[in-house]
């Protein structure tokens, strides 16, 4: 690979340090200072706070309800991501192939992801509320079979499909630029080899889509673990019994609503700690398998 | 350049000077939320119509928990407010921390004369230190009560509402053979079914009479009366006496019981006027929340929220709370409350006045007050002055996660409560150890 040297210049610096700034402020700041609180107990009116090393984690660690949390997140984070990039590439393959109507449906389709998550979830509880959504009408057939409040695998459904249903537009804009900037001659040559639309997907498409559909795991995989707070928050509330106490509600609801900032900083940096270990993960193994023109 | 800023900062210097001179104004952040949100916007507006001196800035947080938090936040950057709306379990921090204004240090300081002693005892020990000093200002106040459908209780032959679980649990089965298919809207609660509970019963929720008496607090509601009551509920869902009614479950209790699906339901009296408003189709009432049979019944005490004057503010700011406190406290705004809400009065003087006009023999108005007669059936007892425990939040939570597991069958009644109890007591554990060496003033 070639590699570029630039010499160190004052403007360049200059140029940069607004920038450098802004994330040395917002980001790097307050995970600091979230690092500093997961080592301690912190008063939440201020007033100072008590070092207590591995304590918090050590807490967090050995708490079983932890764990199942965490084990849900990492099931909400599979499946949003696998439901909404296969989602999402179906639908960008029918855009791109031009079927009838695909001008009103792209831009159609593009909307949720403006929607924002705890408006997801509102709107999602019209479909799921057992008593008056559309899912109601299973019960009129079999009464109190759907039951977001006593079954706990319909509760991780259902946020699973209203999550997936966020994420699909995101990945379906990337997913239709990809397709688009596949040459045509490419395609044409495929074709008059005598390549079927089938063919030409398996053989020609999802190859060359290889770069986006990495970055697009990665992104989703991430997005899912920071994101689905507000879905969960509407829609189950973490219940029924913690079945859906994803592990940054957890944080939302140990932090915020109870003012354990010390808990909560901890459960944070484990967080963090996961989705890297996650990234790196899919770098080191599937970025292997990625080719890029 | 330096004499056009110098120009400009002096003319914001006197613009901010005339400004003061008109009116100091003081900002007020609440909690509550709807209709009852408009009522506080409405106090304010009320509180700068009546006078020229002060003028309140009122904010709604949207709920008062974030009340709570957006306070904690502003208060870091040192933009806190002067007043804050909070609800009990949002408070023991803020007690701990000492970043308040005890409100009677803060009348005796102004020179506004309150007489103390008229607030009834069940709202003044649950808002005021060892030594009877208020913390905060009571102002929205209520306590929990059954609503009841009085066709369906005469349908069944029930003439009058019972005081009793015992009595109740007949209610409801005779409902059932009534033809009634939802007897109790039940949604688990444990504002109700635990701490109200435990209050009536005079058993504790926890050690160190209810948190009053130190940190070193242990919970003890696997031990007491409280165990009994949920394996009965349980046993009432199990027997169709009573239904699950809650958001997640499709509706809510309230819902059930306005729409005529249900017969009984529990809640606040708070929610009295709003049952109103829906104009249900038929007739109902409320009734104090049951005993146990055999059980010599105590005070309920106050829920709902009170105002807390914030310290770091300037003498000013202070003066202009003071006066705004004065305002509600008055029997017009107590008045003003009721009539837009479903609160209760919080001083003797203002209910003995309200019933002297008659103002709870009127519709919407009658039996209203039956709130009072729960509150004030005692005296408060070391166990029945309220509950002052770290963590309250998520110990609520732990309760009903656990409690909730039980009625899906997933655990026993006891087992989960004994799960509560004991990840409650870390949480204890914690708060006690983040304020080491502090109490309770």
């Given at each position: ?24 402020v917002?980001f ?7 690092l ?22 050590r ?15 990492v099931?909400y984070a ?23 109507g695909?001008?009103?449906?792209r ?13 997801v ?14 899912f ?22 259902a ?5 997936a249903?966020k994420q ?11 397709l688009?900037?596949?040459p ?8 008059m080899?005598?390549a ?8 020609l ?12 795991l990665?992104?989703n ?11 969960v ?8 019994f913690?079945?859906t106490?994803?592990m940054?509600?957890k944080?939302?609801?140990?932090g915020?609503?109870?003012?354990d900032?010390?808990g909560?900083?901890a459960?944070?940096i ?5 989705v ?9 193994y ?8 | ?16 000077t005339?400004?003061?001179?008109e009116?100091?104004k003081?900002e007020?952040?609440?909690?509550l939320?709807?209709?009852l ?7 304010c507006s ?8 002060y003028?309140a ?14 306070t904690?936040?502003?208060f870091?950057?040192g933009?806190?407010p002067?007043l804050?709306?909070s609800?009990?379990a949002?408070t ?15 009348m005796?300081?102004i020179g506004v004369?309150v007489?103390?002693?008229?607030y ?8 005021s230190s ?15 009560v ?5 066709d369906?209780f ?9 005081i009793?679980?015992?009595?109740l649990?007949q ?13 109790l809207?039940?949604a ?17 929720v926890a ?9 070193d607090?242990?919970?003890l509601?696997?031990t007491t ?11 009432w869902?199990?027997d ?6 809650t958001q997640?479950a499709?509706?809510?209790?309230r ?10 339901f ?5 929610d ?7 104009t ?27 105002l ?12 202009g709370a ?5 305002f509600?406290a008055?029997?017009?705004e107590?008045?003003?409350?009721l009539?837009?809400?479903g ?5 003797k ?12 023999a009127k519709?919407p ?11 004030t059936?005692t ?29 899906a069958g997933?655990k026993?009644m006891?087992?989960?409560l ?24």
């Amino acid at each position: 690979m070639r590699r570029a040297y630039f010499k160190f210049s004052w403007i360049a610096a200059a140029l940069l340090a607004p920038q450098l700034l802004i994330v040395f402020v917002f980001f790097y700041w307050p995970s600091a200072q979230a690092l500093y609180w997961a080592f301690t107990l912190e008063q939440p009116w201020g007033g100072g706070n008590t070092w207590v090393g591995f304590d918090n984690f050590r807490q967090v660690l050995s708490d079983p309800y932890y764990w199942s949390s965490v084990r849900v997140s990492v099931i909400y984070a599979l499946a949003t991501t696998v439901l909404a990039m296969s989602m999402a590439l179906i639908l960008a393959m029918f855009v791109d192939r031009q079927l009838a109507g695909y001008k009103a449906y792209r831009v159609a389709i593009i909307w949720p992801y403006a929607v924002a998550a705890p408006a997801v979830g509102l709107a999602f509880q019209f479909v799921f509320n057992p008593g008056a959504g559309l899912f109601s009408y299973i019960n009129t057939i079999a009464p109190g079979w759907w039951d977001l409040s006593k079954y706990p695998w319909q509760a991780v459904t259902a946020i699973v499909i209203a999550g997936a249903w966020k994420q699909v537009a995101y990945s379906f804009i990337f997913f239709l630029a990809a397709l688009q900037s596949i040459p045509r001659s490419l395609t044409e040559a495929a074709a008059m080899d005598g390549a079927r639309p089938l063919r030409r997907m398996m053989d020609l498409q999802l190859p060359l889509l290889t770069p986006t559909f990495f970055f697009l795991l990665v992104i989703n995989i991430t997005d899912s673990f920071t994101d689905s707070f507000g879905i969960v928050d509407t829609l189950t509330g973490g219940g029924p019994f913690r079945a859906t106490d994803l592990m940054v509600y957890k944080i939302y609801a140990d932090g915020f609503r109870g003012f354990d900032y010390s808990g909560a900083a901890a459960q944070s940096i484990i967080l963090m700690l996961l989705v890297m270990a996650l990234t790196f993960v899919q770098f080191r193994y599937i970025e292997r398998r990625v080719h890029y023109t | 350049m330096t004499f056009k800023l110098s120009i400009t900062a002096f003319a914001l210097m006197a613009a901010a000077t005339a400004a003061h001179a008109e009116k100091t104004k003081f900002e007020y952040w609440y909690g509550l939320t709807g209709d009852l949100g408009a009522v506080v916007a409405e106090t304010c507006s009320r509180f700068n119509a009546s006078q020229a001196d002060y003028e309140a800035v009122c904010v709604g947080q949207d709920g008062y928990d974030k009340a709570v938090q957006n306070t904690i936040a502003a208060f870091r950057a040192g933009k806190h407010p002067s007043l804050l709306q909070s609800f009990d379990a949002g408070t023991a921090d803020l007690m701990l921390s000492g970043e308040f204004y005890p409100v009677t240090k803060l009348m005796a300081d102004i020179g506004v004369t309150v007489d103390w002693a008229d607030y009834f005892p069940g709202i003044a020990n649950y808002y005021s230190s060892k030594s009877g000093e208020f913390f905060s200002m009571p102002w929205n106040s209520s306590t929990p009560v059954y609503y009841f459908n009085k066709d369906h209780f005469a349908k069944a032959g029930i003439t009058e509402a019972p005081i009793t679980w015992e009595g109740l649990e007949q209610a409801l089965v005779a409902l059932k053979d009534s033809g009634q298919a939802c007897g109790l809207a039940y949604a688990p609660s444990s504002w109700i079914d635990l701490e109200q509970f435990s209050m009536v019963h005079n058993v504790p929720v926890a050690s160190n009479n209810n948190g009053y008496d130190g940190l070193d607090t242990e919970l003890l509601f696997n031990t007491t009366l409280h165990v009994k009551h949920m394996e009965n509920m349980q046993r009432w869902l199990a027997d169709g006496v009573a239904m699950m009614r809650t958001q997640a479950a499709g509706k809510t209790a309230r819902d059930s019981f306005v729409e005529g699906e249900c017969s009984v339901f529990f809640s606040s009296i708070a929610d009295h006027n709003t049952v109103h408003t829906l104009t249900p189709t038929f007739a109902w009432d409320v009734q104090i929340i049951p005993t146990y049979e055999g059980v010599e019944r105590t005070n309920s005490v106050v829920g709902g929220a009170s105002l807390w004057v914030l310290s770091g503010k300037t003498e000013a700011e202070y003066k202009g709370a003071a006066a705004y406190l004065a305002f509600l406290a008055t029997k017009e705004e107590q008045q003003f409350l009721l009539e837009n809400s479903g609160y209760i009065p919080v001083t003797k003087s203002t209910y003995d006045a309200l019933l002297a006009e008659g103002f709870y023999a009127k519709e919407p108005y009658i039996n209203r007050d039956i709130a009072m007669k729960s509150l004030t059936w005692t005296e408060p007892t070391d166990l029945t002055r309220g509950i002052r425990l770290g963590g309250m939040i998520q110990i609520r939570a732990e309760w009903l996660a656990e409690v909730e597991a039980a009625f899906a069958g997933q655990k026993t009644m006891k087992e989960a409560l004994d799960t509560a109890v004991s990840r409650g007591n870390e949480q204890l554990a914690r708060f006690a150890k983040t304020y080491a060496g502090k109490s309770f003033p």
